[in-house]
C-alpha cells in the first residue's frame, strides 16, 4: 500500500544547461548605467575609509566589543547605553587607558565606530541591491558578471576582515594588531581599485592615438607608482598600527640621522614591520622611491608623442605624488593631528585614483572588451532555450 509521490524536479543533469542558457541570455555589453553605480559604491568606500582613518586617530575602535551584524540603531536609552558601556569596561582599553571615563565620554568614542560600521551595511546594501537589480534588468553583460561577483566576494571577506582586526584589541594589549589593520585597510584599497577599474572600463572608450610602444613607455612608470602607492600605504597602516607617527617628528632627518637610532645589526625584516622607528623609516623611503617615479614619468611625459589628452590624464600622477609627499610630511612634523591624517589617508587613494585613470587612457583598444556601451535589450532573452 504506497502512496507513490511523483518528483516533479527535473533531472539533476539538465541543471548545467540550464545556468549555461542562463549565461548566454545575458547581454553582451553593460550598461553605462553599472559603471555610474560602481562610481557611487567608489564614493561610499572612500567615506569608509575616511571614517577608518577617524576612528584610529582618535582611539575609537574598540568601543563597540561585540559584533552584530544586523544591529542598525545605537543604544536607544539610558539603560542600554548604560549596558553598552559595563561591557566596554570588561575589557582592558577602559582598565588600562580609559579608566574614569563618564558615560559621555564614551558615547564620544562609540558613535564613531558605530557610524563606520552602519556605513559599511549601508554600502553592503546598495552593492547587494545594485547587482540584483542590474541582473533581473539584464544590464551586465557576461563578461562583467563574474567581476562583479569578485567585488562583492572581496565585500562579504572585508566584513570578517574588520571584526577580526577589532577583536584583537580586546585583549591583554588594548591594541589592534597592526598587521590586521593593514590587511583591512589594503581590502578596502583592493575593493576601491576593482571598482574603479571597472567603472572605467565601462564608461571611458580606449582613445586613439599613439603606437603601442608609446602607450607602453608611459604605462610602466604609471605601474610602478601604482604598486608603491599600496605598498607605501601598507607601511602607513604599520606606522599608524605601532603609533610611530609619534617619534621622530622631523623631517628630513630622524632625530640628528637620517635614519632611526633603533636601526641596526639583527633581524632588520622583522624590525622593518614591528620595530616603530625602523617602520616609520621605511614609510619614509617608499614614499622618496614613489617620487623618484614620479620625476621619472614626468621625464617619459615629457619626450611622449602620444596625443596631448593621454599626456594630461599622466600628468595628474605626478601632482598627487606631490601633494601626498607634502601631506605626508605635514602630519609627521606636526604629530598626527587628526585632520591631516584623514587628509593623508585620502591622498593615497586620490593617488591610486589617478594612476588607474592614466592606466585606463593607456590602454590597448583590443584590450577594453567593454568599452562598447549600447544598452541591452529589453525584453526575453535573445537565446531560444532547447527542449531537452
Known amino acids: 500500500m504506497g502512496s507513490g509521490v511523483v518528483a516533479s524536479h527535473a533531472p539533476a543533469h539538465h541543471e548545467p544547461r540550464r545556468r549555461e542558457l542562463a549565461l548566454a541570455s545575458l547581454p553582451a555589453t553593460t550598461s553605462r548605467a553599472v559603471g555610474w553605480w560602481l562610481l557611487v559604491l567608489c564614493a561610499m568606500v572612500v567615506g569608509m575609509v575616511l571614517l577608518g582613518g577617524y576612528t584610529r586617530l582618535t582611539h575609537s575602535g574598540l568601543s563597540m566589543v561585540e559584533w552584530k551584524p544586523a544591529t542598525v540603531l545605537p543604544p536607544g536609552d539610558e539603560a542600554a547605553w548604560q549596558a553598552a558601556f559595563d561591557d566596554y569596561r570588561r575589557y582592558p582599553e577602559y582598565a588600562r587607558i580609559n579608566r574614569g571615563m563618564t558615560l559621555d565620554e564614551f558615547k564620544s568614542i562609540y558613535y564613531p565606530e558605530y557610524l563606520h560600521r552602519l556605513w559599511g551595511r549601508a554600502l553592503g ?8 537589480w542590474f541582473v533581473v534588468r539584464r544590464r551586465i553583460s557576461r563578461a562583467m558578471l563574474p567581476k562583479v561577483l569578485g567585488v562583492m566576494a572581496l565585500a562579504a571577506l572585508q566584513g570578517v576582515v574588520g571584526w577580526l582586526m577589532v577583536a584583537s584589541g580586546l585583549v591583554e594589549r588594548p591594541d589592534v594588531s597592526h598587521y590586521r589593520l593593514a590587511a583591512h585597510l589594503l581590502a578596502a584599497f583592493a575593493i576601491y581599485a576593482w571598482m574603479l577599474w571597472l567603472a572605467l572600463a565601462i564608461l571611458r572608450p580606449p582613445r586613439p592615438g599613439g603606437t603601442a610602444a608609446a602607450r607602453e613607455r608611459l604605462r610602466r612608470p604609471v605601474i610602478a607608482v601604482a604598486v608603491l602607492t599600496v605598498i607605501t ?11 610611530a607617527g609619534f617619534i621622530y617628528n622631523r623631517f628630513p632627518l630622524m632625530g640628528d640621522r637620517p635614519w632611526p637610532d633603533s636601526l641596526g645589526p639583527g633581524s632588520a625584516l622583522l624590525a622593518a614591520v614591528e620595530e616603530p622607528g625602523v617602520v616609520q623609516f621605511v614609510h619614509r623611503m617608499l614614499a622618496w622611491t614613489t617620487a623618484a617615479l614620479a620625476v621619472w614619468l614626468v621625464l617619459r611625459i615629457r619626450r611622449s608623442d602620444l596625443p596631448a589628452a593621454a599626456r594630461r590624464t599622466a600628468a595628474l600622477v605626478p601632482l598627487v605624488v606631490a601633494v601626498q609627499f607634502a601631506l605626508g610630511v605635514s602630519t609627521l612634523v606636526l604629530t598626527v593631528p587628526v585632520a591631516l591624517g584623514m587628509a593623508h589617508q585620502l591622498g593615497a587613494l586620490v593617488l591610486l585614483s589617478a594612476a588607474l585613470l592614466a592606466l585606463s587612457d593607456l590602454r590597448d583598444r583590443e584590450g577594453a572588451a567593454e568599452a562598447a556601451h549600447r544598452r541591452p535589450l529589453r ?4 537565446v531560444r532555450a532547447a527542449h531537452p
Open 125 to 132: 546594501l546598495v552593492l547587494l541591491g545594485g547587482f540584483v
Open 233 to 243: 600605504a601598507t607601511w602607513g597602516a604599520f606606522t599608524a598600527g605601532l603609533d
Open 379 to 382: 525584453g526575453p532573452g535573445r
